[in-house]
């Protein structure tokens, strides 16, 4: 669904991702995890071309994107949700209006259906009660919430999620990978997660692909990236304290 | 003295080389600016949609509204300081009754749209700015990105109508307040009777004075948008970058609407 082909970016002639080659199934959730300035965030804008590739290229469906522009990188956008690390709502609009607002903008519906989508969205995060709310009014994982309500509302059929749970404490981090994972089961949709939360990326995803200096190191099931042999993995999975035995320590976390 | 360095190419061989790289990187800016502005300009036949005139009619509240409370005390206190220093000059030629001349030619044709200008850059430009470079830093202007909503149409072209708009308002309401304040100088200090100084001032005003000045306003009101959008639109940084790109917005903004007040005082005086 989702395929780069030997993808170079280069920031004033410093090369963040450097030949990247990844492919994403459709309908699967695959974890992008790495230390910081692996690419991981990078790649992610590069999906819904907030980054253009310095060579290689990003195709979605077959089709290449790299010079997408106007109507066509509208359509393109149109299919993804995007929860961004800071949840990026806008500061003088409710919760409400912040998750009604691309529907608002890019749908004709009448605003009774767009209330009626808004509500469902907002009762499956369970912000429906914090819909009047400012986002500066709601605690950090709600605003997370908030910010995968709006992604979501427009039904795409890619999500792409930037550090869901960084900042939050390890309870409202868990709440919200099972609200990522719940999303799954109910739209069937791909998702892309960029994060450093291994306990994460173990539980929600289908596959783990690891960054190191702008390139896929391995990409494995969770289960096997846990027994990898690769130096730089084993060294990502202690620094968290992750055994090769996670899931049989703590079954309750298999999620996905 | 010159520092290599300080013009940030490494790759410049030469002193030279690294003006010229300046002199390319600044005429970048200045064109990304104007085409920003330009694209604002074009949506402007969108502001009566449905969803967008809202939004258009907030802003007019915060650049109208919001300003007059210092726009008020500013065009009082400078009608009156201009009544006092002229009028006492004017007041050793025994021809303190002009002095509702001077302050109502002075306000029309310079200072009203001048001070009205300084006043919307400091206080609506700087505020334009750092919210615009907030929202950049958070990634909000991406968000509209990704949602397919044009930043362009959605965040500037409202602000460019505000002042486009509110600017010539907020300027004759400057000029009406400033001749006020010169009355209440000319008749308290100078002895000079209300009918007579509102006969030497609406006597020697002409109506050019009063167009170019207003016209003057909206050149102003297009620059501070122009200067405002951008510089919080490219904001990077960080708070240290909203902090630059706020403290940039006022600076430039004083400087192109000093250098463009003279340009225009020309055209129409020279």
């Given at each position: 669904?989702?395929?780069?082909?030997?993808?170079?970016?280069?920031?004033?002639?410093?090369?963040?991702?450097?030949?990247?080659?990844?492919?994403?199934?459709?309908?699967?959730?695959?974890?992008?995890?790495?230390?910081?300035?692996?690419?991981?965030?990078?790649?992610?804008?590069?999906?819904?071309?907030?980054?253009?590739?310095?060579?290689?290229?990003?195709?979605?469906?077959?089709?290449?994107?790299?010079?997408?522009?106007?109507?066509?990188?509208?359509?393109?956008?149109?299919?993804?949700?995007?929860?961004?690390?800071?949840?990026?709502?806008?500061?003088?609009?409710?919760?409400?209006?912040?998750?009604?607002?691309?529907?608002?903008?890019?749908?004709?519906?009448?605003?009774?259906?767009?209330?009626?989508?808004?509500?469902?969205?907002?009762?499956?995060?369970?912000?429906?009660?914090?819909?009047?709310?400012?986002?500066?009014?709601?605690?950090?994982?709600?605003?997370?919430?908030?910010?995968?309500?709006?992604?979501?509302?427009?039904?795409?059929?890619?999500?792409?999620?930037?550090?869901?749970?960084?900042?939050?404490?390890?309870?409202?981090?868990?709440?919200?990978?099972?609200?990522?994972?719940?999303?799954?089961?109910?739209?069937?949709?791909?998702?892309?997660?960029?994060?450093?939360?291994?306990?994460?990326?173990?539980?929600?995803?289908?596959?783990?692909?690891?960054?190191?200096?702008?390139?896929?190191?391995?990409?494995?099931?969770?289960?096997?990236?846990?027994?990898?042999?690769?130096?730089?993995?084993?060294?990502?999975?202690?620094?968290?304290?992750?055994?090769?035995?996670?899931?049989?320590?703590?079954?309750?976390?298999?999620?996905? | 003295?010159?520092?290599?360095?300080?013009?940030?190419?490494?790759?410049?061989?030469?002193?030279?080389?690294?003006?010229?790289?300046?002199?390319?990187?600044?005429?970048?800016?200045?064109?990304?600016?104007?085409?920003?502005?330009?694209?604002?300009?074009?949506?402007?036949?969108?502001?009566?949609?449905?969803?967008?005139?809202?939004?258009?009619?907030?802003?007019?509240?915060?650049?109208?509204?919001?300003?007059?409370?210092?726009?008020?005390?500013?065009?009082?206190?400078?009608?009156?300081?201009?009544?006092?220093?002229?009028?006492?000059?004017?007041?050793?030629?025994?021809?303190?009754?002009?002095?509702?001349?001077?302050?109502?030619?002075?306000?029309?044709?310079?200072?009203g749209p001048f001070?009205t200008a300084?006043?919307i850059?400091?206080?609506?430009?700087?505020?334009?700015?750092?919210?615009?470079?907030?929202?950049?830093?958070?990634?909000?202007?991406?968000?509209?990105?990704?949602?397919?909503?044009?930043?362009?149409?959605?965040?500037?072209?409202?602000?460019?109508?505000?002042l486009l708009?509110m600017m010539p308002l907020l300027t004759l309401?400057t000029n009406?307040?400033?001749?006020?304040?010169?009355?209440?100088?000319?008749?308290?200090?100078?002895?000079?009777?209300?009918?007579?100084?509102?006969?030497?001032?609406?006597?020697?005003?002409?109506?050019?004075?009063?167009?170019?000045g207003l016209l003057k306003a909206t050149c102003f009101g297009?620059?501070?948008?122009?200067?405002?959008?951008?510089?919080?639109?490219?904001?990077?940084?960080?708070?240290?970058?909203?902090?630059?790109?706020?403290?940039?917005?006022?600076?430039?903004?004083?400087?192109?609407?000093?250098?463009?007040?003279?340009?225009?005082?020309?055209?129409?005086?020279?």
């Amino acid at each position: 669904m989702i395929r780069f082909e030997n993808v170079v970016k280069e920031f004033s002639n410093r090369p963040v991702l450097n030949g990247f080659n990844l492919h994403v199934h459709k309908g699967e959730t695959i974890s992008l995890v790495g230390t910081s300035g692996a690419g991981k965030s990078v790649t992610l804008k590069h999906m819904v071309r907030l980054l253009t590739p310095t060579s290689g290229d990003i195709r979605i469906d077959g089709i290449r994107i790299n010079d997408l522009n106007g109507d066509e990188l509208d359509a393109l956008r149109s299919r993804f949700g995007y929860l961004f690390q800071s949840a990026a709502l806008l500061q003088w609009m409710s919760v409400f209006d912040n998750v009604a607002l691309p529907l608002r903008e890019n749908t004709k519906l009448p605003e009774r259906e767009i209330e009626q989508k808004v509500n469902h969205v907002l009762d499956q995060v369970g912000l429906l009660p914090s819909a009047d709310k400012l986002p500066a009014n709601i605690s950090g994982g709600m605003q997370k919430r908030a910010g995968l309500a709006r992604a979501v509302v427009i039904e795409p059929d890619i999500l792409l999620y930037d550090e869901p749970t960084s900042g939050l404490d390890p309870v409202t981090s868990r709440s919200i990978d099972e609200l990522i994972h719940q999303l799954q089961k109910d739209l069937g949709v791909t998702s892309v997660v960029v994060t450093h939360d291994m306990i994460s990326a173990l539980t929600i995803s289908d596959r783990i692909a690891m960054l190191h200096q702008g390139r896929v190191l391995e990409v494995s099931t969770p289960k096997e990236f846990l027994i990898s042999e690769n130096e730089i993995i084993r060294g990502f999975l202690d620094s968290q304290c992750i055994s090769p035995s996670f899931f049989d320590e703590f079954p309750e976390k298999v999620l996905s | 003295m010159l520092n290599h360095d300080q013009y940030q190419c490494p790759e410049c061989e030469s002193m030279f080389a690294a003006w010229g790289h300046q002199v390319l990187a600044f005429s970048q800016r200045v064109g990304q600016a104007v085409l920003l502005n330009t694209r604002a300009l074009m949506m402007m036949p969108l502001m009566f949609g449905k969803r967008i005139r809202g939004e258009v009619a907030h802003q007019m509240f915060l650049t109208g509204i919001k300003s007059l409370p210092v726009l008020t005390v500013v065009a009082l206190f400078t009608g009156m300081i201009f009544a006092l220093q002229t009028g006492l000059v004017l007041e050793d030629y025994g021809q303190e009754a002009e002095v509702g001349g001077g302050v109502t030619i002075v306000m029309l044709r310079e200072m009203g749209p001048f001070m009205t200008a300084l006043i919307i850059a400091a206080s609506v430009g700087s505020s334009i700015a750092a919210q615009l470079g907030t929202m950049t830093v958070s990634e909000e202007i991406s968000a509209l990105e990704i949602m397919s909503i044009n930043p362009v149409r959605f965040l500037v072209m409202p602000r460019l109508v505000a002042l486009l708009t509110m600017m010539p308002l907020l300027t004759l309401y400057t000029n009406v307040l400033a001749v006020a304040g010169g009355a209440i100088i000319a008749r308290s200090q100078l002895g000079v009777e209300l009918q007579a100084y509102l006969d030497t001032a609406v006597g020697i005003a002409r109506n050019k004075d009063l167009y170019s000045g207003l016209l003057k306003a909206t050149c102003f009101g297009y620059i501070i948008n122009m200067v405002a959008c951008y510089q919080g639109l490219y904001t990077k940084g960080g708070a240290v970058g909203v902090g630059v790109a706020t403290r940039s917005t006022v600076v430039i903004s004083f400087l192109v609407i000093l250098i463009t007040g003279f340009i225009l005082t020309k055209v129409f005086y020279g």
